[in-house]
């Protein structure tokens, strides 16, 4: 080996060297203990080896760093936390699925946002309907009652559905016991939808078209709020 290749090694080495010392640096000057600042480091150099996006790697470190030191205060290490740096980097690049019940996370406000989704649709489709129509047929306009109870069932319902079937989730029950709850969910919907239909009207009064329509702007407006405060994703718009 030639003179200039080994100076040329040599000077590699060295860059190698004082990259690690500075990773080191990195960790030691945080507050760590010396074998949490060595697991931190071998994690950052795995993790930089991955394909994620560099805003994953940087908010995951963060968050690493901001447990580990509250874990310190109680004497628990890095290991102790998250295992080896293998199976925190295999964990960080493939999140194990998480078993969710029925309702699954975030219940309440997608049944809120489903709800008034359904409310706006009927309200407005029979507030436009009646209004465009000369001699508009009441047998065939759902009473406000109606529209209400049919709302909250198909509001409660689609979140529960989206959930039984939800791909990236582990679920709690078996394939045929979820296809067999649709199933019951559908035939509850489907007799309290025909139902509310023939609910008296003297509790399920036809509202005027601009009422409706009014009701249905509202309705809009609530589900914006709702989008806008809240994380929505199981809705079929």
């Excluded at 640096?25 to 507050?31: I, K, V, Y």
Aim: charged share 15%; aromatic share 10%; glycine share 8%.
């Amino acid at each position: 080996m030639s003179n200039n290749e080994e100076k040329r090694n040599a000077n590699v080495h060295q860059d190698r060297n004082r990259t690690a010392k500075q990773g080191h640096q990195r960790f030691d000057d945080l507050g760590l203990t010396k074998r949490n600042a060595e697991y931190m480091f071998k994690f950052s150099q795995a993790l930089n080896a991955t394909k994620l996006s560099g805003e994953v790697k940087a908010n995951t470190i963060d968050t690493m760093l901001a447990e580990l030191k509250d874990g310190q205060k109680s004497g628990k290490t890095a290991r102790n936390m998250w295992g080896t740096v293998e199976q925190k980097v295999q964990n960080t690049v493939n999140p194990p699925q998480k078993e969710v019940g029925v309702m699954g996370a975030n219940y309440w406000p997608n049944a809120a946002y489903n709800t008034l989704m359904f409310f706006m649709i009927f309200t407005l489709l029979y507030g436009i309907t009646s209004m465009m129509a000369k001699n508009a047929n009441t047998n065939t306009t759902m009473g406000i009652t109606g529209i209400i109870v049919s709302s909250l069932v198909a509001g409660a319902t689609i979140p529960l559905v989206s959930n039984l079937f939800d791909p990236k989730a582990k679920h709690r029950y078996s394939g045929w016991i979820r296809v067999l709850f649709l199933i019951g969910l559908f035939l509850v919907w489907m007799v309290i939808f025909f139902g509310a239909a023939v609910i008296p009207r003297v509790i399920n009064p036809i509202m005027p078209p601009a009422v409706d329509i009014i009701l249905g702007v509202i309705a809009a407006l609530g589900m914006w709020y709702i989008k806008r405060n809240y994380s929505i994703s199981n809705t079929i718009f």
